[in-house]
DNA sequence: GCTTGACCTTCCTATAGCTGGAACCCTTAT
DNA sequence: ATAAGGGTTCCAGCTATAGGAAGGTCAAGC
């Protein structure tokens, strides 16, 4: 299988396929013509970290999750701990995003957004 | 005033400073030693990014909001503009995330997370 | 056999917004 | 004289790709 019918079959784009054989993530046999040759466990292992990236898991998170997922002794346990701090790291977005979003939606409703100068939102960002 | 004056007074790293001057969104003047030197005016406007910044407003924006507060003639509508189409960032941002926390969550909580190397976040992550 | 178009390859560059560090200059106090 | 604590420039690195150039390859049609 050439690299286009993994990038349909799995959802990621080629480039990011040989960005992931790059450091390491997954491999690639090569042809003699040079081109790389995946097999069904490639595409196997690529849908998993498209998964896996897809629930906003970093790299490095999906290189362990990966090296778990191909452990049959793994523990669960180590599992769930890379899914916990990630949620964790999740919710603090939101959180910071939240505020965010707060006193943004207040400014915009504070500000009228005609023609004239007078602006709220200035007001507040010059204001701290 | 000193770089590092300015930095404590807005909070701002002496980095982050100079990073901003170097892509042209304040100036300084220089002291014959070729330090740079700050007015009460140059804080006032760091001062105004770090606010920006503290929202989330990009770079750009923050080129444009600092062109509008300094835009005697300006209307208030143009910043609205701006701060309306960023809150529609943030949420988007925000949507996505909720998804991905809602989702780990489930998944967190249905895994035991002990020895074992049964694992319903493996599992999801590999049926997709 | 030749051309065309769709593949494939590598390598270099760019993104956002800084941060860290090296190598070096200036100032002030001891 | 030296040491501490400023300041300067410049270069590299971070995340996770995307874009594009330059070139090799393959299958189809004429």
């Known amino acids: 299988m050439n690299i286009k ?17 790059d450091i390491g993530l997954v491999t690639a046999d090569r042809a003699e013509n040079g ?12 849908a998993f970290l498209a998964q896996a990236r897809g629930l906003g ?16 002794d793994r523990a ?3 599992v769930r701990a ?12 939101i959180a910071g995003l939240e505020e965010m979003r707060a ?6 409703a504070a500000c ?10 200035l007001n507040r960002l010059e204001a701290g």
Chains 1, 2 share one sequence.
């Open 5 to 21: 019918e993994v990038a349909t079959r799995t959802g990621l784009p080629a480039k990011t396929i040989r960005y992931y054989e």
């Open 76 to 78: 669960s346990g180590d």
């Open 35 to 46: 081109y790389r040759i995946f097999e069904r466990t490639h595409v196997h292992k690529l």
């Open 57 to 72: 898991f970093s790299i490095e998170d999906c290189r362990g999750l990966l090296a778990l997922w191909e452990d049959r």
């Open 82 to 93: 890379i899914a916990k701090a990630h949620l964790a790291e999740i919710e603090e977005k």
């Open 103 to 108: 006193t943004l939606s207040d400014l915009v």
């Open 112 to 121: 009228h957004g005609d023609d004239r100068p007078d602006c709220p939102i």
